[in-house]
C-alpha cells in the first residue's frame, strides 16, 4: 500500500510538471500617475513560454492622462534587454477595470502598463500606470 501511495504521488508530481508550473501571482500598485490602480498579475511558464494575466483595477480612462492617450499597453522587459509589446489591456470604463491575457515567448524580469497613443512604437511611453518586477 505504501509503495502504491509513493507511485501515485510520483505520477501526479510528474504530471503537473508536464503541464506547466504554479502561476507566480504578484500584486501591483499604481504609480504616482495613478496611485489608485492596483493589479493582480499571474505568470505561468509552459514549455518555452510564459502564459500571463494582467488585471488592473480602479484604473481610470487613458484619456484623464493626456488627450492623446488613447489605450493602455502592457509590456514586458526580458532580463538585459528591450521592452517588447504584448498587448492592450481590455479596458471597460464603467467599472474603470482593465485586463489582459496573453502569451509571450521570453523570460520577463518586470511588467510594465502604460497609457498609450494610438499605434505602438518599439518602446513604452513614459505615461507609466503601473510596474512590477516578477520575483
Not at 508536464?18 to 499604481?30: F, K, Q
Request: hydrophobic share 35%; with cysteine.
Amino acid at each position: 500500500m505504501r509503495g502504491r501511495t509513493l507511485l501515485i504521488a510520483i505520477t501526479c508530481a510528474l504530471t503537473a510538471a508536464a503541464c506547466g508550473t504554479t502561476p507566480t501571482e504578484m500584486h501591483a500598485e499604481g504609480t504616482q500617475r495613478v496611485p489608485a490602480a492596483k493589479a493582480e498579475i499571474d505568470v505561468e511558464m509552459e514549455g518555452t513560454h510564459r502564459d500571463v494575466d494582467v488585471q488592473v483595477s480602479d484604473l481610470p480612462e487613458p484619456q484623464s492622462l493626456g488627450e492623446d492617450f488613447s489605450r493602455y499597453g502592457v509590456w514586458m522587459i526580458p532580463s538585459g534587454g528591450a521592452p517588447q509589446f504584448v498587448g492592450f489591456l481590455r479596458y471597460q470604463s464603467d467599472i474603470e477595470y482593465g485586463e489582459l491575457e496573453t502569451r509571450a515567448p521570453l523570460d520577463p524580469v518586470e511588467i510594465v502598463v502604460t497609457a498609450e497613443r494610438g499605434e505602438i512604437g518599439t518602446e513604452p511611453s513614459d505615461v507609466v500606470v503601473l510596474r512590477r518586477r516578477i520575483d
